[in-house]
């Protein structure tokens, strides 16, 4: 099962089903569990006067309340893997140095291209074929200050999403992390966390999906394990 796909599953969805829900997701709603209904505090704006046929929230407007109050909340959907490498940790760090490496054990990802002008940024772009279609998605990331042998870390920049294709709809907050820790001398453990965001109303299934996109990451580094076993991936000394 490809992660684009899944993805796009989660966050390609009508326009008008998200519209519905945003006013109920807002950040500046406080939900108040009220005799088994939800209830919006009156600082919001609205409050929640029933519940229509579909089982969206039907919200009314306080008096004088102002519509620069409706805003969508969103949430963090997580998913990870976690591989033990017989391979020094000094070696596997400098291998996960150079990000335009890294599609050498996730195929999916198509490139990563790092910035010419600033080498802390980084193009990412995800490529499938599935469903009779090319899925493509790409963002821009910026890379924060990695922790010596421990953390190398990420997050998207927000406005650099782009795609063809379905992936063209897909707008979508993401980060990542690679966690190393060292085991004994010539092994050690890494850990792959990446997330993103979606709508407050998508979380459970974000949530649902997470644990197919987590055996994709498993696959990956499983993949990572043997090439560094086998020594066909270089060593770097500072990021690249």
């Known amino acids: 099962m490809a992660l684009i ?40 704006g609205y409050f929640q006067r029933g519940i229509d ?3 969206n929230p ?17 949430g963090w959907v997580e998913s990870k893997a976690v591989v033990d490498v017989p391979v ?5 760090w400098k291998m996960w140095l150079k990000r335009e490496a890294i599609p050498q054990w996730m195929p999916w990802v198509k490139s990563v291209e790092v910035d010419q002008n600033d080498d802390m940024l980084s193009r990412w772009t995800l490529q499938q074929e599935a469903l009779g279609q090319t899925f ?36 979508v907050k993401n980060k990542g992390a690679v966690k190393f820790r060292r085991k004994d001398e010539g092994t050690c453990e890494i850990q792959l966390v990446i997330s993103y965001e979606v709508p407050d109303m998508l979380v459970p299934l974000g949530e649902g999906i997470s644990p197919f996109v987590s055996g994709i990451l498993q696959a990956d580094m499983e ?18």
């Open 136 to 171: 493509e998605f790409s963002w821009q990331s910026r890379n924060l200050p990695p922790l010596e042998k421990k953390l190398i870390h990420w997050r998207s920049v927000d406005g650099s999403m782009g795609g063809s294709g379905i992936g063209a709809a897909i707008q």
């Open 5 to 44: 796909p899944l993805l796009a599953c989660l966050l390609v969805l009508p326009t008008q089903a998200a519209s519905t829900c945003a006013k109920a997701a807002s950040p500046r709603f406080k939900r108040h569990n009220v005799g088994g209904s939800r209830t919006v505090s009156r600082n919001s």
């Open 223 to 240: 993949r990572f394990k043997q090439l560094a076993q086998e020594g066909k991936l270089e060593l770097y000394d500072s990021m690249a």
């Open 53 to 55: 046929r579909k089982g």
């Open 58 to 74: 039907v919200l009314s407007r306080y008096a004088g309340a102002s519509r620069r109050n409706v805003a969508m909340s969103a």
């Open 88 to 92: 020094p940790l000094e070696n596997c």
